[in-house]
């Protein structure tokens, strides 16, 4: 049985639980296949910390429809709910299979790293320096798809997870940024974070 992190009951909407697992469930997929194929432990760490996430989502979505079901008309209604939060959950679940490969060093073939490094877009995660030119800056300002190919895919800020973050999205010093794109975009991309580039170039 998985370890869920320790919770309280609170009114959440269904809606709102099973939106915040499928959006994190389909990161998962993209950090955990980059993972495999790049041989990136810290992206596939990043999935086993996402599955605990999820885990626990799962676990209060669980407590919720118990307190909604009034009785046995209302269970039925609930079951969907529930079957879809299962599917979701092994998908995340699948994710962590496939990103154990790394953190396991069971690794792929050779072959199968070979083609795959040459494909024109990947992941990086990267944390945002304090002295960082993005810091401050709104994520449509940095205009990054057309100065580096590359675009930002999900911020973690304060133990929480920003999927799909909007553009006018600010980013701060500690954020963890998670981007996709070309691997010359994402290096570029990477020193601007660190601090060790200075200044975004058109």
Not at 43 to 54: F, G, I, P
Not at 116 to 138: M, P, Q, Y
Not at 143 to 158: E, Q, T, V, W, Y
């Amino acid at each position: 049985m998985p370890n869920f992190e320790k919770i309280e009951y609170k009114p959440i909407s269904v809606r709102e639980l099973l939106l915040e697992m499928k959006n994190l469930s389909e990161l998962m997929i993209d950090l955990a296949y980059s993972a495999a194929l790049f041989n990136d432990k810290e992206l596939a760490e990043e999935v086993l910390e996402l599955e605990k996430r999820v885990d626990t989502l799962a676990y209060l979505l669980d407590m919720v429809v118990m307190v909604a079901a009034r009785d046995a008309k209302d269970a039925e209604a609930l079951v969907g709910v529930s079957t879809v939060a299962s599917a979701t959950d092994k998908i995340s679940d699948a994710a962590a299979d496939i990103a154990a490969i790394v953190t396991q060093n069971i690794g792929v073939h050779p072959i199968v790293s070979e083609i795959f490094e040459r494909l024109l877009k990947r992941l990086i995660k990267v944390k945002v320096n304090k002295t960082s030119a993005l810091v401050g800056k709104r994520i449509s300002e940095l205009k990054l798809a057309p100065r580096m190919g590359i675009d930002i895919i999900a911020i973690f800020r304060n133990k929480d997870w920003k999927i799909n973050p909007e553009e006018n999205e600010q980013i701060s010093a500690e954020d963890v940024l998670i981007a996709r794109g070309t691997p010359s975009g994402l290096k570029e991309f990477k020193e601007l974070c660190e601090g060790r580039k200075e200044t975004l170039e058109d």
